[in-house]
């Protein structure tokens, strides 16, 4: 059993090993989260850059269902830069809590998602993670269809998927990527009790 000692050399000896496109990739995500805590609409071209490049470092790393997620990202992006320009004066959907029906899409988007990402995993690619990568990817896909409604739950989705990413990622080496999701990990677990804050708020008034 490795030490408390060995994982911080094993963790310096891989941050030493990060390429400059992984330190790029991360810093136009912190750039990209940050930019949309203060409500920026430069979020949206700093994450496309950012995604773009780490669809190349996933695929390099074999992690192929993930960088499917990247390219959704990516379109949902150019959508949400469009529709901020064009619609940045209107109302937003309110916040509100996942009903019973949509707790059964999410089930679906989650499940059916990771048998279909696995039998695409072992079928076409060389996959050697196909279950944690394909539970990973359905697991976010569910989280962004809940953020998409603006349902508080999309927080819980998104940080199932963050909290298997995390050790995924430093299994394939990407240290930098792990310390990014990490990172996302925390901010989604204070956009979780922000938007509960905002409902209860909404909810009295």
Known sequence: MQTIQQWLQLFTEQVSQTSFWEWAAVLFGVTEVLLAKVNNIWLYPTGIIGTTIGIYMLIMAGLYAESALSVYYIVMSFYGWYHWVKKRNEARVNISRATKQEWVTVALIVFVGWVLFYFLLTRFTTSTVPVWDAWVTSTAWA???????????????????????IPLLFHKHLIMFAALTLFLFIVAIFGYFDWRAKLKTAQVS
């Open 143 to 165: 989280g962004m269809w809940l953020l998409a409604k603006r349902k508080l739950e999309n927080w819980i989705l998104l940080n199932v998927s963050n909290l298997f990413a």
